[in-house]
């Protein structure tokens, strides 16, 4: 019984931690949205979140719109990453599906903007790919 019960003080903590690198995506300051940014990266390329995520990504793409539109290189970049592995975590379902639609716009007009940094261009390039492999029901 105190195995489970450890492990899942071990899930809510986890969870907890990564409530509040949602929050500090809303971060006045670039680097705090930097940091959460690479946080919930590593978060979400080491273990399945699927059913956290679920509930939390409306919030969740809407924090990344607002990196993507506000920041500027890395952070773009970083938050470009997020949004792929939000999407390979949501999977090829109707919610993976909707993560990509929102965002897809966005996604093209960095890709096609010759101002943004390569590595922002890069990062969105790779969004758009992944997410359209995984999560688009429209053939085209």
């Known amino acids: ?12 903590e986890v969870e907890d931690r990564l ?20 946080s919930l990266r590593l978060a979400l390329s080491s273990r399945t979140l699927s059913e ?10 809407d924090s990344l ?19 792929t592995l939000l999407c390979l975590q949501m999977g090829s379902g109707p919610e993976g599906e909707e993560v990509f639609r929102s965002l897809k716009p966005l996604l093209v007009s960095i890709l096609t903007d010759s101002t943004a940094s390569p590595s922002a261009r890069q990062s969105c390039a790779t969004a758009l790919g992944m997410c359209c492999y995984i999560a688009a029901a429209d053939l085209e």
Not at 1 to 12: C, D, I, L, R, T
Not at 19 to 38: C, P, T, V
Not at 70 to 81: F, P, V
């Open 19 to 38: 409530k509040e690198h949602m929050d500090n995506l809303l971060d006045k300051s670039a680097k705090a949205r930097q940091a959460a940014l690479q």
């Open 65 to 83: 719109e607002k990196c993507l539109k506000k920041g500027k290189g890395e952070e773009q970049a970083l938050a470009g990453t997020v949004l």
């Open 52 to 61: 956290f995520l679920l509930e939390r990504r409306l919030t969740l793409t």
């Open 1 to 12: 019984g105190s195995e489970a019960a450890s492990e899942q003080g071990q899930e809510e």
